[in-house]
């Protein structure tokens, strides 16, 4: 099955200096034709710009967008969505984290689904042949009760809501991108099925969550805590 004609990846950034070269060859040795990505920075004080606006000066696929602060991973989507749509006039646009764990390799199933006729393409942990290996208990216990709680509360059928690997149609990135939507946080992943449930046709594909292999995870006990009752705020 041909992929899209124009793909752009979206990779929010913050402190992720270490991770961009790898991430870029890894997007490389998928061949994805027609494949633009841009890095939105947060203006990390590690230097993660610089090292993008070095890769970009000879790899003309690669772009960059600065933003002044820190200001959330669900803001920094719509606003590369926004850049994306007005700059390179992509068919499909990507969600993806510069932190190694969404491995290029499963981007080729999202766009494939895209073409099958989906217009959201969740990648899953949590159906057949998905997984996160290498989680200890706590965490697999956190993330599922997560996923079942946004099930529930606002009657998802995605089983994982909480996946930040996605492939949308223009036409729903632009609906994204538009939308009032929480920035920060997994609660940002929940609140965009919300808003496109019953609209518009999603699907999963399974992919396996890697390991971390530099940086470390921005998530803690308070992100959990506002996830919880940002999922109950957007049922109300």
């Known amino acids: ?24 060859a890894s997007l490389e040795g998928v061949g994805v034709p027609n494949l633009t990505l841009l890095f939105v920075d947060d203006s990390s ?15 003309p696929w690669i772009h960059l967008s600065v933003r002044p602060r820190k200001m959330g991973i669900g803001s920094a989507y ?3 969505f926004k850049e994306a749509i007005a700059s390179f006039g992509p068919d499909v646009l990507v969600e993806m ?3 190694l764990q969404h491995p290029a390799s499963a981007l080729p199933s999202l766009l494939n689904a895209i073409v099958g006729g989906a217009d959201v393409v969740v990648g899953s942990r949590y159906v057949p042949q998905g997984g996160a290996p290498g989680w200890g208990l706590t965490r697999r216990t956190v993330s599922r009760g997560a996923n079942a709680y946004a099930r529930i509360i606002l009657g998802l059928k995605v089983k994982d809501a909480t996946s930040g690997f996605r492939a949308f149609s223009r036409a729903a990135a632009q609906a994204v991108a538009e939308a009032h939507l929480p920035a920060k946080g997994f609660e ?9 449930k019953g609209r518009w ?18 998530l803690g006990l308070a992100d959990a805590v506002r996830f919880f009752l940002a999922v109950l705020r957007l049922a109300l």
């Open 188 to 196: 940002f992943q929940v609140a965009t099925l919300n808003l496109l």
């Open 97 to 99: 984290d510069a932190d």
């Open 201 to 218: 046709r999603v699907v999963e594909v399974p992919f396996t969550f890697s390991r971390r292999s530099a940086g470390k995870s921005k």
């Open 45 to 59: 004080p590690d230097g993660t710009a610089a090292e993008v606006t070095r890769l970009s000066s000879h790899t």
């Open 1 to 24: 099955m041909p992929p899209p004609a124009k793909v752009c990846v979206v990779v929010p950034t913050y402190n992720e200096r270490g991770n961009i070269a790898p991430l870029v």
């Open 78 to 80: 719509q606003d590369g």
